[in-house]
């Protein structure tokens, strides 16, 4: 049995760069660290998750905004789907609110490693 690790940024292999979140096959990894190799069995593989989110958002509050942002970033760099989207305005607060229900797209670490 071989125990080869793959080339640094071969596909499959979870990288860790610096300052920047891990990834793997492209998606967010968030999870234990660990030696992935290239013949693991799946169950030895990270496992791909899709967490659901609903949230609601004033969009006359500048921190709302910000974190809509970020959602909106996940969702153009496909690490998010988007399931529904509904905005209405709001005469309270003189502002647009807006529901979005979306799924978070991420790798996780394998149920083999979990502690």
Do not use: C
């Not at 292999?13 to 998606?27: A, C, F, Q, T, V």
């Not at 967490?51 to 690490?79: G, T």
């Not at 998010?80 to 799924?103: H, M």
């Amino acid at each position: 049995m071989s125990t080869t690790k793959r080339p640094k940024g071969a596909p499959g292999d979870i990288s860790i760069n610096s300052g920047k979140p891990m990834e793997h096959e492209g998606l967010p990894y968030k999870g234990k660290a660990f030696d992935l190799k290239e013949n693991d069995p799946e169950n030895k593989q990270p496992r791909m998750v899709m967490e659901a989110h609903v949230k609601v958002f004033n969009l006359a509050d500048e921190e709302d905004v910000k974190k809509y942002e970020e959602i909106v970033q996940l969702l153009v760099s496909d690490k998010a789907i988007l399931s529904y989207e509904e905005k209405q305005y709001d005469e309270s607060v003189k502002g647009w609110r807006l529901l979005i229900v979306y799924s978070e797209v991420y790798y996780t670490t394998p149920p083999d490693l979990e502690e």
